[in-house]
């Protein structure tokens, strides 16, 4: 396969696992935000941006942090290369880039939501077409992939794109985590509180894991269950665990259908002997935030690996 083909297909699923995870960031804050006074409604808004990545975007153009724009800047608005819109219209670039390496039910499905997705952002999305607008855009991510499951061949096209997507997962539950500790609470005299509760019910909303995690725990929302059960707990396919494992095997069956290990495959058994055996307790002793930010930046390590391993730039 080309290199270029094969960063088509890497980057047109990180790209879609973005779009899928900054909906449910932004379905998260709407819930919070309409629990909230005025003030508060506006700090949950500007943790929101800050979670996407966006804030220094944002406040070059905004400097209040009402709902309204908050979710068009991060839906649509032109002037933010990052937007829901520009990330689905890049899923759909490199999906025409990768093109003879995809099924037709694969390219028809990224097709037709960005037709469908395109023309809800066409203009301003108001508060009564916000959870639509969100809808459309999990929808879509659910028929792509289920598209990818069910048309296309175990190739290395096929583990190329799982592979964006578990490097985009990954990233993502981790820095949704990192935010939480350090922005979404406004005063350390909030731990323990309602407040501090229904955040944390944010971060599993966030991760779509609310239920799952309730199941488990007979509806109990315990901060550090939820840091266990996002980093550590290989049930839940969005824990960094559970991604880091999927990632692994990705890579592994990469190296097989190559006929050579890279870069990527060592810095990948690097990253599972540092999970292996570890405790939430061992989490917290080294630093959450430590932990977080190591794996962040082992993330992104081995997705440069992978470029170089398999020649995306050539």
Not at 172 to 179: E, G, K, Q
Not at 187 to 210: E, F, H, I, K, N
Request: overall charge negative; aromatic content about 8%.
């Amino acid at each position: 396969m080309l290199g270029r083909t094969a960063n088509g297909l890497f980057w047109m699923f990180r790209y879609l696992e973005r779009a899928e995870n900054t909906a449910r960031l932004l379905d998260a804050g709407l819930r919070m935000s309409l629990t909230r006074d005025l003030v508060t409604a506006e700090e949950e808004w500007r943790s929101v941006i800050q979670t996407a990545g966006q804030r220094p975007a944002y406040e070059t153009y905004n400097e209040t942090y009402t709902g309204v724009q908050a979710w068009n800047f991060i839906l649509r608005d032109p002037k933010n290369p990052m937007s829901v819109r520009a990330m689905l219209e890049n899923v759909r670039t490199n999906a025409r880039v990768a093109r003879n390496a995809i099924s037709g039910e694969v390219w028809e499905s990224v097709n037709e939501s960005w037709m469908q997705i395109e023309s809800a952002l066409a203009k301003p999305v108001g508060q009564g077409q916000l959870g639509d607008v969100l809808g459309m855009v999990r929808r879509a991510g659910t028929l792509v992939h289920g598209a990818l499951g069910d048309s296309m061949l175990r190739d290395a096209g096929f583990h190329f794109a799982r592979a964006g997507m578990f490097v985009e997962r990954t990233d993502s539950t981790a820095r949704i985590l990192d935010i939480k500790y350090y922005l979404l609470l406004p005063s350390l005299s909030y731990v323990g509180s309602s407040l501090d509760a229904g955040q944390w019910d944010t971060v599993l909303r966030s991760v779509s894991g609310d239920r799952a995690f309730r199941w488990l725990n007979a509806g109990n929302i315990d901060a550090k269950g939820i840091v266990e059960f996002l980093t550590l707990d290989a049930r839940f396919p969005r824990s960094i665990a559970f991604c880091q494992s999927a990632l692994r095997d990705e890579l592994a069956a990469l190296a097989r259908l190559h006929r050579n290990e890279g870069r990527s495959n060592e810095l990948m058994r690097q990253a599972d002997m540092r999970l292996t055996d570890k405790t939430v307790d061992d989490v917290f002793d080294v630093g959450l935030h430590q932990f977080l930010v190591d794996t962040m930046n082992t993330n992104a390590a081995i997705a440069e690996a992978i470029a170089e391993d398999y020649r995306f730039h050539a």
